[in-house]
């Protein structure tokens, strides 16, 4: 039986037209954005229809509880599902155009709006979970009918069987690509503890035959990409950024990315929704997180004596990929302000895109002076790090805390309303992570803290408000996680430092977040 439904989008675009604001609303609790204890009980939304007509949504007529759903995404989730929001954010601009002919981004849409809309109330999140389900199938009808005259098989295949994107390859579809990245980065909307890399391998696959079939090879039609596909380039990358932090593998596995460093700028460049202007250095910042990974692989290996000079060669290696990295993002030059376009969102000007850009550069710096303390040279000096009262700390970690600090200060000075509030929570992390107090001063008394250490603790408290915030703007319990990671570290910070008199607790400290969060197993998705 055929249904029509001409209006799927037309219904809502009213309401992207009348956002009346940008910036992200805060409701009073957390409970403020799963508050729907007036809805009436959804009714099933009827997938069936002719088989020949399975991949359109032109038969398809939206039922009450869909029609919610997308009025709850174009007026909710793509405001706090991106660093900016107005008519030109691309989960308005290109997802209300895109959805109209693929019922895998469809029910993606509806999935996400689901697991937001009722985030925290179990008696409905089985709605998301279907909607979930209704995706995943229609990813499997998309890639049955990919073209298999060349069948390309994974190297370290995953074996969960999620990763349907792993099959087949060939005349990858815009809208099939990113159904994929959004399953696999909203996994933690419906479950907290998912990270959904059960999808990510299969993808890169997808990514490849997609970047083969537009070209992206050559560096002009780089340089040319229009918007979605900067947008789908970059959603990719920062995918790839927020899953190195919970997923052991090799750096080679991200070469397929290293074309998008090459600084082939365009005359202006329009911010995208999860890498703003910074979209190269989140490559990095997923290199980055693949190498801590790797030394923990490494440390956390028992071997016999016979072993160990093979366990320092490894480590050797691992410090080789870490020194060529730390120049790559020393070599990187963020874009002038004047180059960075205005996306028409008031409270996101270009300038919050640059600072958010040099966090991030400074974030990476850090997770791999901390992690590979060896590269710290004494002329090591880093633009943007903040000024540290000398005397404190050894050199290194005197460092480390001054690019703490430089990134604080950055996301300090960016408004709370602006909508990179939805990109900063990696940040804040690493950032703040790092802020441990000089030995012997933990236990001091308000009267008795040095500025040092006041300092550290005014900082500590900036990224708790700041993260305490993001958990009501943001409203999804992955970022929880962060905070209980964060008050874990500082704790074990503490009680190290306090019992320690040499002044290379940090740098000797076992509380890592990385660490934290492996044996309190809160890994998620940080994005």
């Given at each position: ?129 279907e909607f979930q389900t209704e995706a995943i199938s229609h990813l499997s009808i998309e ?119 090459q600084p082939n700028l365009p005359s202006l460049i329009y911010p995208c929704p999860w ?253």
């Open positions: 039986m055929h249904h029509e439904a001409p209006s799927i989008i037309d219904t809502h675009l009213s309401a992207e037209q009348s956002v009346s604001s940008p910036s992200l609303s805060v409701s009073g609790s957390w409970h403020g954005f799963v508050d729907d204890s007036n809805e009436t009980e959804p009714e099933q939304v009827s997938t069936s229809g002719s088989t020949d007509d399975n991949t359109s949504l032109t038969f398809y007529k939206p039922m009450e509880q869909s029609s919610l759903l997308l009025d709850h995404y174009f007026s909710s989730v793509c405001q706090m599902n991106s660093a900016f929001d107005s008519l030109h954010n691309p989960f308005r601009s290109e997802v209300s155009k895109m959805i109209i002919n693929s019922p895998l981004l469809f029910y993606c849409v509806l999935s996400m709006s689901a697991a937001h809309l009722y985030q925290g109330d179990e008696p409905k999140s089985s709605i998301a979970l890639l049955s009918q990919l073209d298999t005259a060349m069948p390309r098989v994974l190297k370290g295949d995953d074996k969960t069987s999620g990763s349907l994107a792993s099959q087949k390859t060939d005349h990858v579809q815009d809208d099939v690509l990113l159904g994929v990245i959004l399953l696999g980065m909203t996994s933690a909307w419906h479950n907290s503890s998912a990270t959904g890399v059960s999808h990510l391998f299969g993808c890169r696959q997808l990514f490849k035959a997609w970047m083969a079939s537009n070209s992206l090879e050559d560096p002009a039609k780089r340089a040319s990409m229009n918007q979605k596909q900067c947008f789908l380039v970059s959603s990719m990358i920062y995918w790839e950024a927020m899953s190195s932090f919970v997923l052991d593998q090799d750096t080679a596995a991200l070469s397929y990315l290293d074309v998008f460093c890498t703003g202007v910074g979209t190269p250095v989140f490559v990095f910042l997923a290199k980055t997180g693949i190498l801590l990974r790797n030394k923990r692989v490494l440390r956390n290996l028992r071997v016999f004596r016979s072993g160990e000079a093979h366990q320092r060669a490894l480590y050797a290696e691992l410090l080789d990929d870490a020194s060529a990295l730390e120049r790559d993002i020393i070599k990187l030059r963020i874009p002038f302000v004047g180059l960075i376009e205005d996306v028409g969102d008031p409270c996101t000007p270009p300038d919050h895109f640059l600072a958010i850009a040099r966090c991030y550069r400074l974030a990476t710096l850090l997770e791999l002076y901390r992690g590979f303390p060896e590269l710290i040279k004494s002329q090591t000096v880093v633009e943007q790090a903040a000024e540290v009262p000398t005397g404190e700390c050894d050199d290194k970690t005197h460092l480390i805390l001054g690019l703490a600090f430089g990134i604080l200060g950055i996301l300090e000075s960016i408004p709370i309303d602006s909508g990179t509030i939805s990109i900063q929570l990696l940040a804040l992390m690493i950032a703040g992570s790092a802020l441990c107090v000089a030995p012997g001063q933990c236990q001091s008394t308000i009267a008795e803290r040095t500025p040092f250490q006041q300092t550290v603790t005014r900082w500590r408290g900036f990224v708790r408000q700041r993260i305490l915030y993001m958990c009501v703007a943001i409203g999804l319990r992955p970022v929880n996680h962060a905070v209980l990671i964060l008050e874990e570290v500082w704790s074990r910070m503490d009680m190290e430092i306090g019992n320690s008199s040499d002044n290379e607790g940090m740098l000797a400290s076992k509380a890592h977040w990385l660490d934290v969060m492996s044996e309190k197993k809160l890994e998620t998705i940080f994005g």
